[in-house]
């Protein structure tokens, strides 16, 4: 999978590289999303883990479509207008969990800020459909800021899932060039309110190498915490195409290290901090450990 990180497309440092992991379920997994016609953001963000999490079977489902309404200038995802909703795809995305015998099942979605909930409502289907094919399992949720519909983020919230996730994806002062049609108090706010609801773990994320100090990195860490959120997952920005914003800096993994010490430090029950980390990486284990 090819990632360009710069106008010349320089080598990347030495922790940037490792194998591409293309055995195990790896071909089952592809087989499957394809049979049930199904998108996952592993494909559709370009994420560098594919290979290792389709290879140990598990995968993570995007729904309510693929095309995104907004344009963030980090991300892969397709941005324009999207078809509607497909009323089959709760469904389908819970026959893929059984199948794959997924115990911890994640669910990301794409920004529908052309529909009235916002997917809200989808969303929620996709949850109870998964609990009624695959009984037992966990069900983590990565959902959009709603446009700020308190009524549509309580949808969500009202199926209880067992984790909730909301990334802020970077600092604050960078919003406007890396995500102009979000805003980050507006994230924070979906973050309060899921923490206000109580009985399971709130998530976020952020991306480093796209400009941040290391001090705003902990300020947004310190934000986090205090809008509730148990779970943390830090990872290197990695430039999907030319036409998107390039990698100011390769984050030296001891630098990764230092911000988990940091977020230990405030609280948090599980931090993923590293180089390959992305939302879903590990999601079973951090969810268990905040759970604890």
């Known amino acids: 999978m090819a990632y360009e990180h710069g106008e010349r497309a320089a080598r990347m440092p030495e922790w940037m590289r490792r194998p591409i992991a293309r055995e195990g379920s790896y071909a089952t997994v592809k087989d499957l999303l394809a049979r049930h016609r199904l998108h996952t953001v592993c494909q559709s963000a370009k994420c560098p883990n594919?290979?290792?999490?389709?290879?140990?079977?598990?995968?993570?489902?995007?729904?309510?479509?693929?095309?995104?309404?907004?344009?963030?200038?980090?991300?892969?995802?397709?941005?324009g207008s999207p078809e509607p909703l497909d009323p089959t795809e709760p469904e389908r995305v819970a026959q893929a969990a059984a199948e794959l015998g997924l115990e911890h099942v994640v669910v990301t979605m794409v920004t529908r800020?052309?529909?009235p909930d916002g997917a809200a409502g989808h969303v929620?289907?996709?949850?109870?459909?998964?609990r009624s094919a695959v009984?037992?399992?966990?069900?983590?949720?990565?959902?959009?800021?709603?446009?700020?519909?308190?009524?549509?983020?309580?949808?969500?919230?009202?199926?209880?899932?067992?984790?909730?996730?909301?990334?802020?994806?970077?600092?604050?002062?960078?919003?406007?060039?890396?995500?102009?049609?979000a805003d980050y108090e507006r994230s924070l706010w979906v973050l309060r309110r899921a923490a206000d609801a109580g009985g399971f773990p709130v998530k976020s994320?952020?991306?480093?190498?796209?400009?941040?100090?290391?001090?705003?990195?902990?300020?947004?860490?310190?934000?986090?915490?205090?809008?509730?959120?148990?779970?943390?997952?830090?990872g290197q920005y990695l430039r999907p195409s030319r036409g998107h914003?390039?990698?100011?800096?390769?984050?030296?993994?001891?630098?990764?290290a230092a911000v988990e010490a940091e977020?230990?430090?405030?609280?948090?029950?599980?931090?993923?901090?590293?180089?390959?980390?992305?939302?879903?990486?590990?999601?079973?284990?951090?969810a268990t450990a905040a759970r604890a």
């Open 263 to 286: 977020a230990r430090a405030m609280g948090f029950a599980a931090v993923a901090s590293g180089p390959f980390v992305r939302s879903s990486y590990h999601a079973r284990e951090a």
């Open 124 to 130: 929620a289907a996709v949850i109870r459909a998964i």
């Open 205 to 234: 994320g952020l991306m480093l190498g796209l400009g941040e100090s290391f001090d705003e990195v902990v300020a947004v860490l310190s934000d986090l915490r205090r809008a509730g959120c148990s779970i943390v997952t830090v």
């Open 50 to 79: 594919q290979g290792e999490c389709f290879a140990s079977g598990t995968a993570t489902f995007l729904v309510a479509g693929a095309v995104c309404t907004r344009g963030c200038r980090f991300c892969a995802v397709e941005p």
């Open 135 to 181: 009984p037992g399992a966990a069900v983590e949720v990565l959902t959009s800021d709603f446009g700020g519909s308190a009524e549509a983020l309580d949808v969500v919230l009202a199926q209880r899932p067992d984790v909730f996730n909301h990334n802020v994806e970077t600092v604050p002062r960078l919003y406007a060039a890396v995500r102009p049609q």
């Open 245 to 256: 914003l390039p990698v100011v800096e390769f984050v030296r993994p001891e630098v990764f």
């Open 113 to 115: 800020d052309d529909l």
